[in-house]
């Protein structure tokens, strides 16, 4: 027999905010979002004293160094990138239709997304569940867990507070927190290097490959005008 899933609205709204950029707003609020963890005692007690734990990160430490960690972290990185569609498409034309078909569930259920707001951004989704009954919410975040999953190993792997939150949304959707087997990583500089243009102007191709190559220059000769003597 499958267990009654837990309501827990509060809590989904709490990892939502905790996935969105960490303003004077936000850390002005972690008292009050810890609260609302403990009140509504959705998750295990131990995952609800990391979330804390996190929270009192954010609103204790310098806001300088928590906002820098949130861009390194987030912005950075493929492996921890908070837009669900970037796992699956990537930059491929088949981000765009799966993009339509999610911003269209959230307009049938009335809701709507501010300027600038993407639809696959792992904040954005956790909101919307938070406004769905308990068995539709448990099921929404069950569908995208595989992807949940990649980016909790990826924070786990960088041993990242963070994880805490993509563990939390994992066993909200009935799934246990585990990490799958995820390929390394590039460097920044490596994944963000644009290629050198001709292949960075070498000689290979040419008649002696690697050696000094001549060069010859030749007079433009001016061609003869209509008229003029040869």
Do not use: N
């Not at 007690?45 to 204790?60: T, W, Y």
């Not at 938070?130 to 960088?158: G, K, M, N, W």
């Not at 949304?169 to 087997?181: C, D, F, I, N, S």
């Not at 050198?196 to 490959?209: L, N, T, V, W």
Request: aromatic share 6%; with cysteine; net charge negative.
């Amino acid at each position: 027999m499958f267990k009654t899933p837990t309501p827990a609205p509060y809590s989904l709204r709490v990892l939502a905010a905790l996935l969105r950029y960490p303003d004077a707003a936000l850390r002005a609020a972690a008292p009050e979002l810890q609260q609302a963890l403990k009140r509504e005692a959705a998750l295990p007690a131990a995952r609800i004293d990391e979330l804390c734990a996190l929270l009192q990160h954010l609103h204790r430490d310098d806001p300088l160094a928590v906002e820098a960690e949130f861009v390194d972290l987030f912005d950075r990185g493929r492996g921890t990138a908070l837009h669900l569609f970037e796992h699956i498409h990537g930059d491929s034309r088949d981000r765009g239709p799966a993009m339509v078909d999610l911003q269209q569930t959230y307009e049938r259920a009335g809701l709507y997304l501010a300027p600038g707001e993407l639809p696959d951004h792992l904040a954005v989704v956790l909101e919307f569940t938070s406004t769905q009954p308990a068995r539709e919410a448990r099921d929404f975040l069950a569908e995208i867990a595989h992807i949940t999953r990649v980016i909790f190993s990826a924070l786990r792997r960088r041993q990242s507070p963070y994880a805490s939150v993509l563990a939390a949304t994992l066993e909200l959707a009935g799934e246990r927190a585990e990490r799958v087997e995820i390929p390394p990583e590039p460097e920044l500089d490596e994944d963000w290097a644009e290629p050198e243009a001709f292949g960075g102007c070498s000689s290979a191709g040419q008649s002696r490959p690697e050696q000094p190559q001549p060069i010859h220059i030749v007079r433009k000769t001016r061609a003869p005008q209509p008229g003029a003597q040869a």
